[in-house]
């Protein structure tokens, strides 16, 4: 008998479908809370949370039943795994929205789901008073587990893929031009980001909890916040309370939420010199600063300012929240004038630091960037000049420097189609490129850059899973979501 030796497939298929099952079981796990609060406020949606988790335990079973002939996990694999587990994430994440009957059609509640594990915050609801809480705080939940990442978190509690492919999950999930391990082992690097995070999540419940708002509340807030989601659990979001302290405590956590989350790490372990070395750090501060500062200005030349908080607090927080893509908006930053407005979108189009739970285009691209751009000029003066952009006192590769402009380029690429497609569809120019560059972004406002909320509801289905797809690109960093959509990802 002539025996063939087994080459492992281009695409583990199989492999990825049983990793996939494994995480349905996570999954599951979460739906435990918004069930117990059911529970808890005698709600009727207990019965959609049971259905959720029995669907996705049994779901969950049978696909780790599965037993490939390797387990092995390359680049492909990686890729292909990364984009489907959010995508099975939001489909799973759709069940207690459909038994509740909150939303009336499949496409609604996937599209409620994908925003919550994106992060991105937009809302199909009309409105949120009378909603239940359970289906409130799943949002929420939904929220906090992608703010870090699902992947990542599958990493730090199933350590045995840290020898099947896990660098390879790691770098196709977290956000950065550079994937900077911080321990030996990619699990060891996953525990300790989820962490910090969980601290930080803690904390900022806890100092939630002495202000006006009541344990939920606090909970909910904490979840969505400090995951840079965003998600309201009514209709007033944080004007119900107005209260200087809570917009304090939100800005200094939503700043936190945007810093790269390798630094905290770092810093919680007493290692402070990366902090004060680190150039995109330095620049998400000295962008917040001069964004308050000309919102200052804004709210005194158009009279809005009634106390001193107004000029100080207030236009900070806004602008925490927008470059962090968290898109909590103080009520009224619609009357601030249209130079607020241009600064409104120059942070949401930047965003905050890499490696964080944040959006957008990233400082640490911006900065390779410009800097690029000056030595460009200076070669121009000088043709036979050796010069190389210079990041954290280290000199960057030419490769990386292409890479940072070639997602700049792909980013703005990606919101001009994305936008003309949904004008073809019959939606308004303004609302079509702004509704893009929230979900590209995944800082979802809620409302459009001149106060008035915005009815998804009204968006075309094609429109809103397109807008699912710029979502679910963005919060992957573009590359591993549209490289699905190439040829050169399915030939061997």
């Not at 708002?213 to 309201?232: E, H, K, Q, R």
């Not at 810093?267 to 600063?289: E, I, S, T």
């Not at 850059?449 to 960093?477: C, S």
């Amino acid at each position: 008998m002539r025996l063939t030796r087994y080459t492992k497939p281009y695409i583990n298929v199989m492999m990825i479908i049983r990793v996939l099952g494994w995480l349905l079981f996570i999954e599951s796990f979460f739906m435990l809370i918004p069930l117990v609060t059911a529970f808890i406020y005698g709600e009727e949606e207990y019965s959609s949370f049971l259905w959720g988790i029995g669907i996705s335990v049994a779901a969950g079973l049978t696909m780790t039943l599965l037993r490939p002939r390797s387990r092995d996990m390359g680049k492909r694999d990686a890729i292909l795994l990364t984009s489907s587990v959010w995508v099975v994430f939001s489909l799973f994440g759709t069940i207690p929205f459909i038994f509740s009957g909150v939303h009336s059609s499949f496409t609604n509640a996937f599209f409620e789901s994908m925003s919550g594990f994106t992060t991105t915050g937009l809302s199909i609801f009309p409105s949120l008073d009378g909603i239940p809480h359970s289906i409130l705080i799943w949002r929420c939940v939904m929220q906090w587990i992608g703010g870090l990442g699902i992947i990542l978190f599958t990493l730090a509690v199933l350590p045995t893929l840290n020898s099947q492919g896990g660098i390879q999950l790691f770098n196709a999930e977290v956000t950065g031009i550079t994937h900077d391990k911080l321990r030996p082992r990619v699990s060891s690097t996953a525990k300790g980001l989820w962490m910090v995070y969980i601290v930080l999540t803690i904390a900022l419940i806890g100092f939630l909890l002495p202000s006006e708002m009541d344990i939920f509340d606090a909970v909910c807030y904490g979840l969505s916040t400090m995951s840079t989601g965003g998600f309201a659990i009514n209709d007033a979001g944080i004007g119900q309370w107005d209260s200087v302290y809570i917009k304090i405590v939100f800005t200094v956590f939503m700043f936190m939420g945007g810093v790269n989350f390798g630094l905290l790490f770092q810093a919680a372990h007493g290692h402070m010199k990366p902090l004060r070395l680190n150039d995109a750090l330095k620049w998400y501060f000295r962008m917040l600063v001069t964004a308050a500062a000309v919102l200052a200005a804004c709210i005194i030349y158009t009279g809005n300012a009634q106390s001193l908080a107004d000029v100080t607090v207030t236009p900070l927080f806004q602008a925490v929240s927008l470059s962090s893509s968290t898109g909590l908006t103080e009520p009224g930053f619609n009357l601030w004038g249209p130079l607020a407005q241009f600064v409104f979108l120059c942070l949401i189009f930047i965003g905050a630091c890499a490696g964080s739970t944040s959006g957008g285009a990233k400082v640490d691209r911006l900065i390779v960037v410009l800097r690029n751009m000056r030595n460009e000029f200076f070669r121009i003066m000088h043709p036979n000049a050796v010069v190389t952009v210079r990041v954290n006192g280290k000199g960057t590769s030419s490769g990386l420097v292409q890479k940072a402009v070639n997602f700049f380029l792909l980013y703005i690429f990606v919101i001009i189609i994305s936008g003309l497609l949904l004008v073809c569809m019959g939606l308004p120019l303004a609302d079509s490129f702004f509704s893009v560059l929230e979900a590209i972004s995944n800082a979802g406002l809620g409302v459009n850059i001149e106060g008035v909320p915005t009815d998804y509801n009204a968006y075309p289905e094609a429109g809103k899973y397109l807008l699912t797809l710029v979502m679910l690109a963005g919060r992957l960093e573009l590359y591993t979501v549209l490289l699905l959509f190439t040829s050169v990802y399915w030939k061997k």
